[in-house]
Nanobody
Framework: VQLVESGGGLVQAGGSLRLSCAASGSTVSFDTMGWFRQAPGKQREFVATVTSGGGGTRYADSVKGRFTISRDNAKNTISLQMNSLKPEDTAVYYC????????????WGQGTQVTVSS
């Protein structure tokens, strides 16, 4: 399984970016897909997840109301629409996909840089 992110970049505070993640190399239906981020000198943290049905979404308190996660099961992709970006949103954003088949399988993308200037 490969997860490939795209859409990162440099944006001014208050601006918007849209991240995308495409899964390939498997026909498995992931139970959960989502986004995590890691800022310099900090641990990787949860941002948002969405279940296979698409209706089960969770967000970190720090992004609620600003970020929206969506999923296209047919294409095995997820997106993260990020609005009202703040300098503290600056981080490498990682796509994550998980499913359970007797054991838990957990996959990560290579990450995409998001930089928000003040």
């Amino acid at each position: 399984v490969q997860l490939v992110e795209s859409g990162g970049g440099l944006v001014q505070a208050g601006g918007s970016l849209r991240l995308s993640c495409a899964a390939s190399g498997s026909t498995v239906s992931f139970d959960t897909m989502g986004w995590f981020r890691q800022a310099p000198g900090k641990q990787r943290e949860f941002v948002a997840t969405v279940t296979s049905g698409g209706g089960g979404t969770r967000y970190a308190d720090s992004v609620k109301g600003r970020f929206t996660i969506s999923r296209d099961n047919a294409k095995n992709t997820i997106s993260l629409q990020m609005n009202s970006l703040k300098p503290e949103d600056t981080a490498v954003y990682y796509c994550n996909a998980q499913y359970v088949a007797f054991i838990k399988y957990n996959y990560w993308g290579q990450g995409t840089q998001v930089t928000v200037s003040s």
